[in-house]
C-alpha cells in the first residue's frame, strides 16, 4: 500500500538488510530477514547464540528494504564485501549519531518504509 509516495508494510513480512552495532563507530553486524522486526528484536534480547551476542550488538543503526528474499541476500553478501569505513559512511547518511532505529521500525505495528532508490545503488568512491 502506498500513501502520498510512501510504502506501507505490515511488520510480520517486512524483507530486509540491517546492521546491528554495539556504539557509534564499534562493531558492525550485517544480516538479512524476512520477518525483520522480529530478528532485530532476537538480537536485542540475546537470544540469537553467535557474533551479536558476544560482541553486545544491540543497536539498530541501518535498514533497507527489499521486495524479495533474494535481493535483500544479495545485498548482504555485497555489503560484507565492503570496506568497514564504506559501511560507517552508508550508516552515516541516514543515521548520522548511529542512533538505535528499532522504535521506529516497529511504532505501531506498521512501518513507513522510506524509499531504497534514495541509497540502495550507492557506492562508495576510493579517494
Not at 522486526?37 to 553486545?56: D, M, P, S
Not at 543503526?61 to 548482504?76: D, K, P, S
Not at 543515521?95 to 541509497?119: K, R
Request: hydrophobic content about 35%; proline content about 3%.
Amino acid at each position: 500500500m502506498t500513501v502520498e509516495g510512501i510504502r506501507v508494510v505490515g511488520v510480520e513480512s517486512l524483507i530486509g538488510c540491517y546492521m546491528m552495532a554495539n556504539r557509534k563507530h564499534g562493531v558492525i553486524y550485517i544480516g538479512v530477514s524476512s520477518q525483520l522486526v522480529g530478528r532485530v528484536a532476537q538480537h536485542r534480547e540475546g537470544l540469537i547464540e553467535g557474533f551479536t551476542k558476544q560482541h553486545g550488538l544491540k543497536r539498530l543503526v541501518w535498514y533497507e528494504f527489499h521486495e524479495t528474499i533474494v535481493g535483500a541476500i544479495q545485498r548482504e553478501k555485497s555489503l560484507k564485501r565492503w570496506q568497514r569505513d564504506w559501511k560507517a559512511n552508508l550508516i552515516e547518511r541516514t543515521n548520522p549519531h548511529w542512533d538505535d532505529l528499532f522504535d521506529g521500525l516497529a511504532h505501531n505495528g506498521i512501518e513507513v518504509a522510506p524509499d531504497p532508490e534514495t541509497y540502495r545503488n550507492w557506492t562508495p568512491k576510493e579517494e
